[in-house]
């Protein structure tokens, strides 16, 4: 039996924000980052409440927020009475309130309390997702959070948020995406539901990512980018996700390098690790990751007269998308030199092989496969 929680009510489209403005009375606890507050985009939050709501600013969110965060947030939520929580920002200040919410829920007791996230990136998908990913600067880890009781109620998708996101991080959060839905789509969870999601955005991406990352101004682009993050989002939470982000968290953290980009630098590499399996080797359907990898290149009207020339097709597709968008391709050119790989090479393997994600990857890999995949 698959439960699917789809749960947030969705606000969509050019004025999506003017939602806010029908909230009355409430104590509300907004989580944000800094690069909000010192832009003045958190006024598009503030010009839009009404003045019977209370507000206590959270600010102090950094990227692959740290478990101190959350709970310096927890005790402050807890003093402010909060009964509605804002979150607005990327995927670090929506988790991070996640797992405060979570946390203030389950340890000091507090009822449900009302949740609205706000994307201002298109990657995560966090809005609608059981996920956060919270990290330990002093290991040097990230750890996924799961459960359905930090799922948003309200998610806001409006493109004029992404319009300032530089080019970078658009190209970086947008492989993000396209790594959730592909995983999602080969994932031994998926299903008809996720399958759909993923599809579409998959196409999403290919179709409008160029364009976004050429002209942050381009609406109908930063829409559709903002759409497929969200898309993505409920396929992963449907199907989950695989190796890929199982090495991601752990060498996206010991070295330091942004998740998507991380993401984005495998991708290719586990695509190929996954469907070139022998018969009887990992999951006994040994040839389905191929065929799942052709189905996607089919979609997308790439060259995919076999399994193996549509895996071939997509790997292309990928690498020739990441060169259009100036991303990096391998781990040295982020600055990681072999000695670094060296030192962590073994614990990076264990921790992808420990992580959530992997658990539903097509290929059972060994430690040795992951070595090979970081070479
Ligand atoms: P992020 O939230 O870390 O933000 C990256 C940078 O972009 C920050 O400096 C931020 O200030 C800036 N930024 C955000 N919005 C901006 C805007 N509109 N204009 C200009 N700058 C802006 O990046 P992210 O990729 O959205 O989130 C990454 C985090 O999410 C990681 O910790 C990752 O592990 C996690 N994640 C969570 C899920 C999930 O399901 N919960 C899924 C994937 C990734």
Known sequence: MDKLSIKADLYMGQGAMDRLSEWRNKRMFIVTDPFMMKSGMINMVFDRLHSSNEQYIFSNIVPDPPIEVVTEGVEALRSFNTDLIIAIGGGSAIDAAKAMKLFAQKLLDQRDIPFIAIPTTSGTGSEVTSFSVISDKQKNIKYPLVSDDMLPQEAILDPELVKSVPDFITADTGMDVLTHAIEAYVSTKANDISDALA??????????????????????????????????????????????????????????????????????????????????????????????????????????????????????????????????????????????LEEMRVSIAEGALKDGCTATNPRVPTAEDVLQILN
């Open 199 to 340: 599809e579409k955005a998959m196409k999403l991406v290919f179709a409008y990512l160029p364009r976004a990352y050429k002209d942050g101004n381009d609406l109908v682009a930063r829409e559709k980018m903002h759409n497929a993050s969200c898309i993505a989002g409920m396929a992963f939470n449907i199907a989950s996700l695989g190796l890929n982000h199982g090495i991601a968290h752990v060498a996206g953290a010991k070295f330091k390098i942004a998740h998507g980009r991380m993401n984005a630098i495998l991708l290719p590499h586990v695509i190929e690790f996954n469907a070139d399996y022998k018969p009887g080797y990992g999951k006994e359907d040994s040839n389905r990751a191929a065929v799942r990898y052709a189905d996607i290149a089919k979609s997308l009207g790439l060259s995919a007269p076999n399994a193996k020339s549509g895996v071939r097709s997509l790997v292309q597709a990928i690498k020739q998308l990441q060169k259009q968008l100036n991303m990096p391709q391998t781990l040295r050119e982020c600055g990681v030199d072999q000695a670094l």
